[in-house]
């Protein structure tokens, strides 16, 4: 015998409601920490003058050292890891710092002078400085009467 429910929506909302929370934390959690063999993504700013190109990444925790970057012909690629402190006593209920492996990598659409590059750390903050080529850079250029 087949029994007739009625339908109720706020019994599908709350069900949708937990769904959206549920996928939400998923990708959250996969946005910032390491699952299997793949890297979160290493946020950014980059801005242009007119000498150099400048590439700012927050990497907290991290020693200069443990900051691999790499600039091949015009791909850029920053790697490193994050780890995070392990202690199976702890039950969190707030975990939001990013964890795990990271990487970046950018194509560089402006020629670089690779002998002037240079690379700074300080209080948690990578800075990239990569000079134009001399090519590129603007030039002032003289208009000549008659």
């Known amino acids: 015998m087949t029994r ?4 109720d929506p706020l019994r ?12 939400l934390d998923e990708a959250f959690a996969r946005g910032t920490e390491t699952r299997g063999t793949g890297a979160w993504l290493l946020p950014m700013d ?9 590439i700012r990444a927050d990497v907290p925790g991290l020693k200069p050292e443990e900051i691999d970057i790499t600039l091949e012909g015009d791909t850029l690629t920053i790697r490193g890891e994050i780890k995070r402190e392990e202690e199976n006593q ?15 990598t950018l194509t560089i659409n402006t020629p670089i002078d690779h ?24 030039r002032q250029i003289t208009v000549k009467a008659g």
């Open 90 to 104: 702890r039950k969190y209920v707030l975990l939001e710092r990013p964890t795990g492996k990271f990487e970046r």
């Open 12 to 23: 599908e909302m709350i069900t949708m409601r937990q769904a959206v929370d549920r996928m």
């Open 4 to 7: 007739l429910s009625r339908w």
């Open 46 to 54: 980059a801005y242009i003058t007119d000498e150099a190109i400048v």
């Open 115 to 138: 002998d002037r590059v240079e690379a700074t750390f300080k209080d948690g903050v990578l800075t990239l400085t990569l000079p134009k080529a001399e090519a590129v850079k603007p």
